[in-house]
């Protein structure tokens, strides 16, 4: 059976994006970072869907990004827009995919997996220019030439298989694929009795995507 690493954040595009790598026979090892994130309750989100699904091992590794701040998740001195803005957003991280990815591969590296997963996405998103198609090329490459078992001849291919999909066909697939989305975290600011603000970016993209399939959400809005 072929392995894949898969980045699980605890989100709704990353335990779908683990659903289809299980749906498509790969033995899972799933990954999720704990970068000092302002919405750090998607930890124990990951770990509830991590439960549903037979996954081979999990692991939880910290790196502390708050030391380099620069976005509204990592410090908080910055507040969360609550209203749409044009350009990249405040709340995207620095280099968070491509730190994120180094990471996948090396432990990808030390138990030869065969692929990488990951939730990012191109259509319903906040901007951020590390989910682009072109990014996706660019680790590709990289992986090409950056390891040991590469330069050898072994492949580790980097699949992101919500890249083209809008927030609607994620939610679709993932109820198809046994994703129970009321474990799952999207809010980037949290209250302390865990419900949801319903105004930063990634709210409201969820909450319009389950409208508009005439879903009921299951998460509670502040």
Known sequence: MNKAIVLLSGGMDSSTALSIAIKEGFE?????LDYGQRHRDEINSAKNI?????????KL???DLTVFGGSALTDKNIKVPEQASSGIPITYVPARNTIFFSLALAWAEVIEA?????GVNAIDYSGYPDCRPEYISAIQEL?????????EGKSIEVCAPLINMDKKEII????????????????????QHGKSCGLCD??????????ELNLEDNIEYV
Do not use: M, P, W
Request: proline letters at 0%.
């Open 28 to 32: 899972c090892y799933a990954l999720t």
């Open 50 to 58: 991590v439960k549903d699904f037979k996954i081979t091992e999990h």
């Open 61 to 63: 590794v910290s790196i």
């Open 114 to 118: 065969d692929a990488i997963f990951s």
């Open 143 to 151: 992986f090409n030439l950056a390891t040991k078992i590469t330069s």
């Open 172 to 191: 679709k697939i993932g109820i198809e694929n046994g994703v129970d989305f009321s474990k799952t975290v999207s809010c980037y600011q949290l209250d």
């Open 202 to 211: 990634s709210c409201r993209i969820r909450s319009k995507a389950f409208e």
